[in-house]
Every structure is written in C-alpha cells, then in structure tokens.
C-alpha cells in the first residue's frame, strides 16, 4: 500500500499551506480509540517545545521523562528525551475507560508533537516543504465515517504539531 497521501509547501514564517499536491483522494481517518499501534508501545520522542508545555501544565520531568537515552545518528550518538513507558510497554499517560471500553490519553491537551499527529507522520523534502504520509497499522485509516484528510483537515490538526517537530 502506498503511504503517501500528499506533498504540502508551507510558508515557514507564516506557518501557512502555499499548496498542497494530494496522492490519495477520498481518504478519511478517524481514531477508533483503541491504542493497539500507538499508546501501547511506549512513549514517543519529545521535542523541547513537548516538555515544556508538559511542565507548563504541572507535570514534574522526573515523573514523565524516560532517563536520557542514546540514540545513534549518522555515526554520531544524541540524546533523545521520551515519555516513560509501564512495565508492559504502554505510554504512562494511557488510560482505559471502563464503562465506554475505550482508551484515553489523560494529557490530551498537552500530549506530545508525535501523539498528536499519529497516525500520520511526514518526511521533509527541504526547508518548505514535506511529504504527508500515514503509519499502516492504525485501525482508524481509510474509515468510512471518519473525517477526509484534506487541506483543511492538515491545517487543523496536523500543520502545528508539524511545525513544532520540523
């Protein structure tokens, strides 16, 4: 299956879509709240702009923050600051909800870059540019009742979280 969905040209000091060449028409998610590929795998990486707005909204580093971990990177090892994750691998913000049997981030507001732009993810072509592309496991992808990924849809809620990783 081919994962990308659309290359977009953004104007990085406005923060705007200049255009937008879609691949995939008619393609519509919605999340079935069922964190099989996402929250049950751990806790992504964290921008800076993730864990400053996690300690604007109360949470203490050291209750959230994995200890720092080495990542390699073209031969060169960096620092890579994630969310910590439970003994059975899942995100500590994941919660399940009895009653309506569905999961929940319980920092939804404030939930990281990464979390808030599953399942897409994007690849930078250069300085203004990116190619839009979804992860194949999310159950959510392709629904019929979901909302169709258009221009709209990635401004709304894809195009700062994007802006915030980049």
Excluded at 12 to 39: G, L, M, S
């Amino acid at each position: 299956m081919e994962e990308r969905i659309a290359k977009i040209v953004v104007d990085p000091k406005t923060k705007q879509i200049i255009e937008t060449a879609f691949y995939r028409r008619n393609f519509r998610f919605k999340c079935k709240r069922c964190a099989t590929f996402c929250c049950r795998l751990g806790g992504p990486s964290l921008a800076e702009r993730d864990i400053q707005r996690m300690k604007e909204a109360g949470y203490v580093i050291d209750d959230f923050l994995e200890p720092d971990t080495k990542r390699e990177s073209n031969g060169l090892f960096k620092i890579e600051s994630r969310l910590r994750k439970r003994a059975d691998g899942s995100c500590i913000f994941l919660r399940f909800d009895d009653k309506s049997k569905i999961y929940e981030c319980s920092i939804y507001d404030v939930r990281p870059a990464l979390c808030r732009i599953y399942p897409f993810h994007f690849e930078r072509i250069n300085s203004n540019s990116f190619m839009l592309k979804f992860i194949p496991c999310c159950k959510g992808l392709n629904n019929p009742d979901g909302e169709l990924v258009d221009e709209r849809f990635i401004s709304n809620y894809l195009l700062d979280a994007i802006f915030e990783i980049l």
